[in-house]
């Protein structure tokens, strides 16, 4: 359920601002959606895993916060993100 290290460094890379920035908002937002699709795939196998589906109330939550956060902050950075990871339609 968790990422791979391949697969977060990928996500990192990707969304980094610079060479050694791991904690920005914009990677933050971009682990946190990687985890969420991860675990939307284990419950279409899974349905009664009510545990997980906690855990993944909590990420979803979390990543709300960290968009608000990034949208009253700096709203150019946002629309960008949300367009790159296909948040909203």
Request: net charge positive; glycine share 4%; aromatic share 8%.
């Amino acid at each position: 359920m968790a990422l791979f290290g391949y697969q977060k460094a990928a996500v990192v890379k990707k969304f980094q601002r610079t060479n050694m920035d791991t904690g920005s908002s914009e990677v933050q937002i971009a682990l946190l959606t990687a985890r969420i699709k991860d675990l939307t795939s284990h419950f279409d196998m899974h349905k009664k895993d009510h545990h997980s589906r906690y855990g993944l109330v909590a990420l979803v939550n979390r990543r709300k916060k960290l968009l608000s956060y990034l949208r009253n902050n700096e709203p150019d950075k946002y629309t960008k993100l949300i367009a790159d990871l296909g948040l909203r339609k």
